[in-house]
């Protein structure tokens, strides 16, 4: 089982990007949802998560008040807003979901992974 992340590129500083994560074989609404990221020469980092079932959110400092998650149980699918975007945001993003109902913030304990996308904000 794979998640499907999609919607990077090459945006603009101050532009928006929204990221996409699909699955074709889990129900994302059961799973909490994270999307983390790693840039050239650094660590992954966490940076936002939806909670199974209740769908509350919490954002790393770093993008709080410029990225929103959210999902659509319909589609099956979550998304990643990404707003305001800075060129230190570039990296590659990947989604994960754990059967858990708290945000997990080390990726080790997320069993299931998109196969990221990359996001690059430059002028």
């Known amino acids: 089982v794979q998640l499907q992340a999609s919607g990077g590129g090459l945006v603009q500083p101050g532009g928006s990007l929204r990221l996409s994560c699909t699955a074709s074989?889990?129900?994302?609404?059961?799973?909490?949802i994270s999307w983390f990221r790693q840039a050239p020469g650094k660590e992954r980092e966490g940076i936002a998560c939806?909670?199974?079932?209740?769908?509350?959110?919490d954002y790393a400092a770093s993008v709080k008040a410029r990225f929103t998650i959210s999902r659509d149980r319909a589609k099956n699918t979550a998304y990643l807003q990404m707003n305001s975007l800075k060129p230190e945001d570039t990296a590659v993003y990947y989604c994960?979901?754990?059967?858990?109902?708290?945000?997990?913030?080390?990726?080790?304990?997320?069993?299931?992974w998109g196969q990221g996308t990359l996001v690059t904000v430059s002028s």
């Open positions: 994960a979901a754990a059967a858990r109902g708290i945000c997990l913030p080390n990726g080790s304990d997320y069993r299931y």
């Open positions: 074989e889990l129900t994302l609404s059961s799973y909490t």
């Open positions: 939806i909670i199974r079932n209740s769908g509350k959110t």
